[in-house]
């Protein structure tokens, strides 16, 4: 079973994400912040980590830097989900070290297409 750690500040929006991907198969784990994602992407190692972008204590471009220094965690696919869908939004989160992008509110189809297409055997 493919292991996806989630991180967003908004209990709410965890819970809906966290409720897709348990009822497609996945075990879920979640964190609050980015420091907590990536406290417990070091304990879990994850398939799959989803960052929204603005939290507090570490935002997600934060977290995904410290993941892409981390030797054990550096090849982990990152996604943004995110609330900032400005025009170059998504090529500031790719450039900065996520492999994929969502926008919130999240469409299922366009959440469940990222999330396979990450997982996908390189």
């Known amino acids: 079973m493919k292991r996806i750690l989630i991180a967003d500040d ?3 929006g965890r819970e809906l994400v966290r409720t897709i991907l348990e ?16 406290d417990k992407a070091r304990q879990v190692h994850p398939d799959l980590v989803i960052l929204d972008l603005h939290m507090p204590v570490l935002d997600g471009f ?3 830097e410290a993941l892409r220094k981390d030797a054990e965690l550096k090849s982990t696919p990152v996604m943004a989900l995110t609330a900032s869908a400005m025009m170059g939004d998504r090529e500031r989160a790719l450039g900065a070290g996520f492999t994929g992008y969502c926008t919130k509110p999240i469409r299922l189809s366009v959440l469940r297409a990222e999330v396979s297409r990450l997982l996908r055997p390189a």
């Open 23 to 38: 009822n497609d198969g996945y075990e879920v784990f979640e964190a609050g912040d980015g420091q907590q994602a990536l």
């Open 10 to 12: 908004k209990p709410n």
């Open 62 to 64: 934060g977290a995904v």
